[in-house]
C-alpha cells in the first residue's frame, strides 16, 4: 500500500484511462446499437431497446464520474499495473455488460427499476463519500487525520460498497442471471482481499484512530457487515 503515501500527478497514466475509456464505451455503443457487430465471428442478437440505452446511460454517467476521480479527487500516484488492471475492469463493465445485455431474456420493469435505482444509490454512495472525504482533508488542521465523517460513519468502506451496488444495479438491467457473478465476484474482491489489505495500511498509518473507528463502524455493508 505504499503507494497511497506517493503524491503524483500521474498525468500520463490517466491519459491512457481515458483514451481507454472512450474507445471501450465507442465498441459498446457498437455491440448496443449496430446491425452488424459481431464478436469474434459470432453475430450479436438484438435484446429489448430499452435495457441497451439504459446500459449505455451507464456507460457515459462511470465515465462522467471517472473523470472527476482521476483528475480532482486522486492526488496519489497510479502505477502502470494498476492502469492495466482498471482497465481490464472497465472493459468488464462497458463491454461485458454491454455484451451480456445483448444475449438477455425479456425485459421486467420491476427488474429494470431495481436496477436503476442501485445504480443511482452506488453512485452517490461512492462518489460523495469520496467527494466529503476530499473536501475535509484539503483543510490545514485535517493534515494526518483519518477521515470517519460524512458517510464514511456507516462504513469504513462506503465507496467501495457504492461500487457493490451500481455494478449490481449494471447486472439487473442486463436482464442476463450470468451478469450477477460480475457483483459476486466483486463482493468477494472487496472483503476478503483489498479491504483486509487496506485496513492494514489505515491501522498502520493512524493506528490507536483506527482502532476506534473500527470497534465502532461496520468495514463494508452500513449496519450489517
Known amino acids: 500500500m505504499d503507494l497511497y503515501n506517493k503524491k503524483e500527478k500521474s498525468i500520463p497514466q ?5 483514451a481507454v475509456e472512450a474507445v471501450l ?21 438484438h435484446a429489448d431497446m430499452i435495457p441497451r440505452v439504459v446500459i449505455f446511460c451507464f456507460n457515459l454517467v462511470i465515465f462522467t464520474r471517472f473523470l472527476l476521480t482521476f483528475f480532482v479527487f486522486l492526488k496519489r500516484r497510479i502505477p502502470n499495473e494498476e492502469v492495466f488492471a482498471v482497465s481490464v475492469t472497465l472493459a ?12 438477455s431474456s425479456e425485459s421486467n420493469a420491476a427488474v429494470l427499476g431495481l436496477g436503476i435505482l442501485l445504480f443511482i444509490a452506488g453512485s452517490f454512495f461512492n462518489t460523495m463519500s469520496e467527494a466529503q472525504r ?6 490545514a488542521e485535517n493534515k494526518g487525520r483519518l477521515y470517519t465523517k460524512g458517510l464514511f ?3 469504513m ?3 467501495y460498497f457504492g461500487d457493490l451496488l451500481w455494478v449490481s444495479g449494471y447486472a439487473l438491467v442486463t436482464m442476463n442471471p450470468y451478469s450477477l457473478i ?7 474482491f472487496f472483503y476478503f482481499y483489498n479491504i483486509p489489505k487496506l485496513d492494514g495500511y489505515l491501522k498502520e498509518k493512524y493506528r490507536d484512530e483506527f482502532i476506534g473507528y473500527s470497534e465502532q463502524t461496520k468495514r463494508f455493508i452500513p449496519f450489517l457487515l
Open 153 to 155: 460513519r456507516y462504513s
Open 25 to 45: 464505451i465507442c465498441i459498446s455503443y457498437l455491440i448496443l446499437f449496430s446491425d452488424r457487430f459481431q464478436v469474434l465471428g459470432f453475430a450479436i442478437p
Open 182 to 188: 460480475i457483483p459476486a465476484l466483486l463482493f468477494i
Open 92 to 103: 468488464l463493465y462497458y463491454v461485458g455488460f454491454s455484451i451480456l445485455c445483448m444475449y
Open 157 to 159: 468502506h462506503i465507496n
Open 14 to 18: 490517466k491519459a491512457v484511462l481515458v
Open 134 to 139: 476530499y473536501a475535509w482533508k484539503r483543510r
